[in-house]
C-alpha cells in the first residue's frame, strides 16, 4: 500500500489516509487551500417531483489543489474535522452559498431553497448558529429557504446539546433535513426524538429500487412513515427515468441525481432549471 504513496495525486485518489504522517500533510495542504481560495463550491439541482421542477438547490464543496489536484471532499471533509479546520470551512461555504443563491433566484426570477451540509463539529461550536443568522442577514435570503443537512451520526452524540441547538434553528426558521437515510445508524426513534422537517433517501437505496425487492420496500416504508410523521421526502442519487417514475408513483415528494444534473457551477443551474422546468 505505502507504494502507492511515492506520487501524492495517486495517493490521495486512492484514499490511502489511513496514514498519520499522509493525514498530517492534507490538513497542513487544507489548511492553506482555506487562505489561498483553492475551494470552490458547485450546486447540485433538487427537483419537485409534483411538477415544480428545480426548486432548491445542494451546496458541494470543492477543492482544486495546485499540487494534489482536485481532492474529493469524502477525503478531505474528515481531515477538515479532524483538525478543527471544518469550522472555517463550513463558514465559507455556508456564506458563498447564500450570496450564490442569492444571485442564482436573481437569474431565475423565483426562489430557490439551498441546502448546505453540516458537521457534527460545526453543530457543537459555540458560534454556528450567530454564523448560520449572520449568512441569512448578509444575504438578504428568507430563512426558509435555508436547509441544513445532518447525518444520523450526528444524532447519537450528545442527545441533549443537539435538540438545543437544533430547537433553536427552527426558532430561526431554517429547515433540517436528515440526509443518507436508511444507513448507518438508522433508528426510528431519532425522527420523533429530534426536529427533523425533510428526510433525504440515501442513494443506495435509489440505486436498488430496480434491481431489490427489499430495498424497494423500504423507499416505500421511509417514505408513508416520514409523511405520517409530517416530513417532506426527498432522494438522492436519481440516475434513471424508472427510479424516478418509481418514486413519484410513491408520493416522494423531490428528487436530485446524474438524471437532472451532478453538481455544477452556480451559472449552470439556471440553464438546468430551465431545461427540467414542469418536470
Ligand atoms: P452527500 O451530502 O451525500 O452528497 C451527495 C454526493 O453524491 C455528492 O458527492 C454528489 O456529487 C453525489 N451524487 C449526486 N447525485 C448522484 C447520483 O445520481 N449518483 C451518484 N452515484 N452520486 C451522486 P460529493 O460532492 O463528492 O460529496 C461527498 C460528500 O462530501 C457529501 O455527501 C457530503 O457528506 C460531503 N460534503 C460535500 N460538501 C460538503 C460541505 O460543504 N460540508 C460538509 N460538512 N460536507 C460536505
Ligand atoms: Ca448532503
Ligand atoms: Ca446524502
Ligand atoms: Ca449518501
Not at 163 to 173: F, I, K
Not at 203 to 231: C, K, N, P, W, Y
Not at 238 to 256: A, H, P, S
Amino acid at each position: 500500500a505505502k507504494a502507492a504513496g511515492r506520487n501524492g495525486v495517486r495517493w490521495f485518489e486512492h484514499g490511502m489516509l489511513d496514514d498519520n504522517n499522509d493525514k498530517l500533510s492534507l490538513s497542513a495542504a487544507l489548511r492553506q487551500a482555506l487562505e489561498h481560495d483553492e475551494l470552490s463550491l458547485v450546486f447540485q439541482p433538487q427537483l419537485d417531483l409534483g411538477g415544480g421542477g428545480v426548486v432548491g438547490v445542494e451546496a458541494l464543496v470543492r477543492w482544486s489543489s495546485p499540487r494534489l489536484g482536485s481532492v474529493a471532499p469524502d477525503r478531505f471533509i474528515p481531515v477538515a474535522e479532524d483538525g478543527g479546520m471544518i469550522i472555517q470551512l463550513g463558514g465559507w461555504v455556508l456564506r458563498s452559498a447564500c450570496a450564490a443563491v442569492v444571485q442564482m433566484q436573481a437569474e431565475l426570477g423565483q426562489p430557490l431553497r439551498l441546502a448546505v451540509n453540516v458537521s457534527p463539529r460545526q453543530l457543537r461550536s459555540a458560534t454556528w448558529l450567530a454564523e448560520i443568522t449572520d449568512a441569512i442577514e448578509a444575504s438578504g435570503i428568507e430563512p426558509k429557504q435555508l436547509e441544513v443537512e445532518l447525518t444520523e451520526g450526528i444524532l447519537i452524540e450528545d442527545h441533549g446539546d443537539v435538540v438545543a441547538v437544533l430547537d433553536a434553528l427552527r426558532e430561526v426558521g431554517v429547515t433540517i433535513v436528515l440526509d443518507d437515510f436508511g444507513c448507518g445508524y438508522s433508528s426510528l426513534a431519532y425522527l420523533t426524538k429530534f426536529p427533523i422537517d425533510k428526510i433525504k433517501i440515501d442513494r443506495s437505496f435509489v440505486q436498488e429500487i430496480t434491481s431489490a425487492d427489499t430495498d424497494a420496500a423500504i423507499v416505500d416504508a421511509i417514505i408513508v412513515m416520514a409523511h405520517a410523521l409530517g416530513m417532506t421526502v426527498v432522494a438522492e442519487g436519481v440516475e434513471t427515468e424508472v427510479q424516478e417514475r418509481y418514486l413519484r408513483e410513491r408520493g416522494c415528494d423531490e428528487v436530485q441525481g446524474y438524471r437532472y444534473s451532478p453538481g455544477v457551477p452556480a451559472p449552470e443551474v439556471v440553464r438546468v432549471a430551465r431545461a427540467w422546468a414542469g418536470v
